[in-house]
T-cell receptor, first 112, second 112 residues
């Protein structure tokens, strides 16, 4: 059984650019949730994908978008990057949308 | 929406003593309460969780208690060890909400 993986590990972008972050769910899991964790804070829910459909969204603007592939891996896309988007982006996978969520190592995004 | 408050923000205990972290939640419909441990630069790791049909759950040196009437739950770590030093997050989830709502975290330091 393989755990949740994310890529890249670190990323530096400038304001206005676009970024794509990737997540591979744990084997057997069909749900991926994305969270943003600012320094010193708890993770904040961005959205969840269940069987390739968006299944809930937090208080993030439309420039945060995502998708899930048939193998249940997922992407998070952020357009028009702002300085406040600098954070650790975590994905978590679970079997169905109401079970334990297991986190990946995260992608550290820095926006300059 | 759901709001989770966590206290204390920092906690320092002597090795071998017990540590207690408390959380309150606002949504009476919440039914799932996990606790995560996050070491510096690493992913949040699920250490123990409890569902609303249970009042207490134990796993090795960790235990979680839930008081649905008061809408609060607590993490108890007994016989603390230096490797318990980390940031601990509580979270809550309600049926159909998909997302985990996290507390602000508690930085636990175990002094040798």
């Amino acid at each position: 059984e393989t755990g949740v993986t994310q890529s890249p590990t670190h990323l530096i972008k400038t304001r206005g650019q676009q970024v794509t972050l990737r997540c591979s769910s744990q084997s057997g899991h069909n749900t991926v949730s994305w969270y943003q964790q600012a320094l010193g804070q708890g993770p904040q829910f961005i959205f969840q994908y269940y069987r390739e459909e968006e299944n809930g969204r937090g208080n993030f603007p439309p420039r945060f978008s995502g998708l899930q592939f048939p193998n249940y891996s997922s992407e998070l896309n952020v357009n028009a990057l702002e300085l406040d988007d600098s954070a650790l982006y975590l994905c978590a996978s679970s079997l169905d949308h109401n079970n334990e969520q297991f986190f990946g190592p995260g992608t550290r995004l820095t926006v300059l | 929406g759901e709001n989770v408050e966590q206290h204390p923000s920092t906690l320092s205990v002597q090795e071998g003593d017990s540590a207690v972290i408390k959380c309150t939640y606002s949504d009476s419909a919440s039914n799932y309460f996990p606790w995560y441990k996050q070491e510096l630069g690493k992913r949040p790791q699920l250490i123990i969780d409890i569902r609303s049909n249970v009042g207490e759950k134990k796993d090795q040196r960790s235990a979680v208690t839930l008081n649905k009437t008061a809408k609060h739950f607590s993490l108890h770590i007994t016989e603390t060890q230096p490797e318990d030093s980390a940031v601990y997050f509580c979270a809550a989830s309600s049926p159909g909400a998909q997302k985990l709502v996290f507390g602000q975290g508690t930085r636990l330091t175990i002094n040798p």
